[in-house]
T-cell receptor, first 108, second 115 residues
């Protein structure tokens, strides 16, 4: 079983829709959970982090964490074509481990 | 722009060459990392330095040799690489290693091609 699993996609949504990205992890000792966005040929950039169960909102982005289910998600509201990228879920105990990423395409 | 600076941006080297990748951060972070990323794959952890001491080496071949001269600098020395080592090499830093201060800040990466 992979440490961090994501649906590789591609996920395609129309402009203005909600994009939902999901991630599961295997290490119950994981403490910190992150979402990174990576444009093609660029380095990952941090979008959000979440440490506690529940929801955390930042602008158009909402991260959701359920430690009992070992599940993290990212919702992107009012999706824009500029949101088209690969979204990496990362989980940290001592060190950060990345999922394979979900490729999101937002169509105008 | 990123607060973690990597040089060079691109590097082409032969299998007999020796080269070094450099990384610098001035955010006062105490942990620095090297990741390797192949196309359409997630970043893979290679090395972690915490308070200038090597904390983890993910069974990386000895042809990769990390060095942390001080808390702001991180080098990766390359020698006798193979074509399959061609990848994007990412440097990252975090306030501390692990726990609640572990968001990684990535540099722009060095695109390495081994011929």
């Amino acid at each position: 079983q992979k440490e961090v699993e994501q649906n590789s996609g591609p996920l395609s949504v129309p402009e203005g829709a909600i994009a939902s990205l999901n991630c599961t992890y295997s290490d119950r000792g994981s403490q910190s959970f992150f979402w990174y966005r990576q444009y093609s040929g660029k380095s990952p950039e941090l979008i959000m982090f979440i440490y506690s169960n529940g929801d955390k909102e930042d602008g158009r982005f909402t991260a959701q964490l359920n430690k009992a289910s070992q599940y993290v998600s990212l919702l992107i509201r009012d999706s824009q074509p500029s949101d088209s990228a690969t979204y990496l879920c990362a989980v940290a105990n001592n060190d950060m481990r990345f999922g394979a990423g979900t490729r999101l395409t937002v169509k105008p | 722009d990123t607060e973690v600076t990597q040089t060079p941006k691109h590097l082409v080297m032969g299998m007999t060459n020796k080269k070094s990748l450099k990384c610098e951060q001035h955010m006062g972070h105490r942990a620095m990392y090297w990741y390797k990323q192949k196309a359409k794959k997630p970043p893979e952890l290679m090395f972690v330095y915490s308070y200038e001491k090597l904390s983890i080496n993910e069974s990386v071949p000895s042809r990769f040799s990390p060095e942390c001269p001080n808390s702001s600098l991180l080098n990766l020395h390359l020698h006798a690489l193979q074509p399959e080592d061609s990848a994007l090499y990412l440097c990252a830093s975090s306030q501390d290693r692990g726990g609640y201060n572990s968001p990684l800040h990535f540099g722009n990466g060095t695109r390495l091609t081994v011929t």
